[in-house]
């Protein structure tokens, strides 16, 4: 299995370590697009924008100086020899052209030094009409190098009761004397129609503005705006601080927040701001952010909860594989390990015992008489003397380096690491005594209780080929301890030559005889 699947298999975490990675990595991305596509939808509309505003100076330019090309052919026509005394049907066409009956355009008057109306475009005689209040004409008549100028809204006296505003221009004498002015006036409905045929979306707007703050018309359209004054509102500030320019801002009409592109008029002292609703702006990027949104949120849910899912199941089978691994190695009646795996705990603690040059001992350990046990009272209660057995011997050995194991039918053995032989003699010894504590009744043995023999070999002292030598010197040790009346502990010593027998009852130990091994009997 390649190392990356053991990885996985091991730790089912990392899965869900992974997945959130992943899910993370595609909302990163997700995110930079939606961002980008956001930065694309404000691009949009600033091209749109620019386009709109460049249509409408444009236009309103070439208007206005149309409109002025009249005023100036008006004053040269005064200047020429004989026009004044032309019959009045006459003077009118030379004067006037026919720019300036055109729509949306009102009447060109001339006026005296005194306001009054010399001469009238839509009239013959011109209508009586004195315009001296007018600021067109006071602009004219205080300041000689006014040039074209633009007034504020006004209601005209005579010629109709649309909003307009007046074109006028000085009428200078040969001597240098103001001799009244030109003045031709435009309907507001011209700047309405204008807007109107732009599209801006449902929040968008769009203002034309003299250059002292004074509304001309805005769109949504409101006749209550017009001729009101910015003057002192933050949107106009930035208006006047340079030629042309961009920016975010909230009106102060209607408090819509809004992108703003806005330039001054060549040559007029006019303003246009165009702006559109950043609602509208973004109102295609938000449907399509929510689609993508919510589908990248169910994908990256999706990925999670399928690596939850896989992770619980690596889970069940690593779960699965241990409990596998338990069965393997273990004895399924005594619950201690098995023989196989035993026999590969004593290989390798007999090459630490021998590398690092510590004691390793070992126990043989074999019920006694069990066969006439089970023929008389079964082999169920022979199941559970052998249960009773291990548990005693499991509570002997407790340490967590300790190996106890069931090697076969009734025997047993336990593998104890840096152990001499004195300790080993100690547990033997304990575990002898729990047994013969279960007082588990045996009519066929002399003990008239259920007993056990252990075989003890140790390495520390003797000269042990292979650990195989070592189950032979324990096993060796075991018989012995039976030939020796059962129910004790022989320890394999090919150098000692004595007996030592502890009676567990008393638990007095006493020396008896010779041989060639040692002998514990309780």
Not at 323 to 341: I, K, Q, S, W
Not at 443 to 463: F, K, P
Not at 495 to 510: C, R
Request: aromatic letters at 8%; one cysteine or more; a neutral charge.
């Amino acid at each position: 299995m390649p190392e990356r699947q053991v990885m996985v298999t091991r730790r089912p975490n990392i899965v869900i370590a992974i997945s959130i990675v992943l899910a993370s990595a595609i909302l990163a991305i997700a995110v930079w697009v939606l961002a980008q596509m956001r930065d694309d939808a404000l691009r949009r509309a600033q091209d749109s924008v620019f386009n709109v505003s460049l249509l409408v100076e444009r236009d309103v330019s070439r208007n206005l100086e149309i409109y002025d090309l009249s005023l100036r052919a008006v004053l040269d026509g005064l200047k020429q020899p004989g026009v004044l005394d032309l019959k009045p049907a006459m003077r009118q066409m030379v004067l006037f052209d026919g720019s300036a009956s055109a729509k949306d355009m009102g009447s060109i008057l001339v006026t005296d030094e005194a306001g009054n109306v010399r001469f009238d475009s839509q009239a013959t005689p011109p209508r009586q009409v004195n315009l001296a209040d007018r600021d067109y004409f006071k602009v004219q008549r205080d300041s000689p190098n006014a040039g074209l100028f633009i007034s504020h809204p006004f209601i005209p006296k005579v010629g109709g009761k649309d909003v307009s505003i007046a074109l006028s221009r000085r009428i200078t004498r040969p001597d240098g004397g103001f001799g009244g002015v030109v003045a031709g006036t435009m309907r507001l409905t011209y700047f309405h129609s204008l807007f109107a045929g732009m599209n801006l979306g449902v929040g968008g707007s769009m203002a034309l503005m003299l250059s002292d703050g004074t509304m001309l018309m805005r769109r949504p359209y409101d006749p209550k705006m017009i001729g009101i004054n910015l003057t002192g509102t933050a949107n106009y500030s930035r208006f006047t601080e340079q030629p042309s320019g961009d920016f975010f801002g909230t009106a102060a009409l209607d408090g819509v927040e809004r992108w703003y592109a806005f330039r001054h008029i060549d040559m007029y002292p006019l303003i246009l701001d165009v702006a559109l609703s950043t609602r509208d702006i973004y109102a295609q990027w938000r449907h399509r952010a929510w689609i993508i949104g919510s589908l990248i949120a169910a994908l990256d849910v999706t990925i999670i909860a399928l690596a939850v899912l896989f992770s619980q199941q690596l889970r069940h089978r690593r779960a699965a594989e241990e409990e596998l691994r338990v069965l393997a190695c273990t004895d399924g009646l005594t619950g201690l390990f098995n023989r196989r795996t035993y026999e590969q705990q004593a290989e390798g603690e007999w090459r630490r015992a021998q590398r690092n040059a510590r004691p390793l001992s070992m126990l043989l350990i074999d019920v006694d008489n069990f066969k006439g046990f089970n023929d008389l009272y079964g082999h169920s209660a022979g199941d559970e003397a052998l249960i009773g057995v291990a548990r005693c011997i499991s509570q002997s050995v407790r340490r967590p380096g300790d190996t106890a194991a069931r090697y076969g039918g009734e025997e047993f053995a336990v593998l104890l690491p840096d152990t001499d032989e004195a300790g080993a003699t100690r547990i033997a010894g304990k575990i002898c005594a729990a047994v013969e504590a279960l007082q588990l009744r045996h009519v066929a043995s002399s003990h008239c209780v259920l007993t056990v023999s252990i075989g003890v070999a140790t390495t520390r002292g003797q000269a042990f080929a292979t650990s195989r030598a070592l189950v032979d010197a324990a096993d060796e040790a075991l018989y012995e301890a039976k030939d020796a009346g059962r129910n004790c502990v022989l320890c394999f010593g090919a150098t000692t030559h004595a007996t030592h027998a502890m009676h567990a009852t008393l638990g007095t130990t006493s020396v008896a005889g010779t041989g060639t091994k040692k002998l514990l009997r309780n």
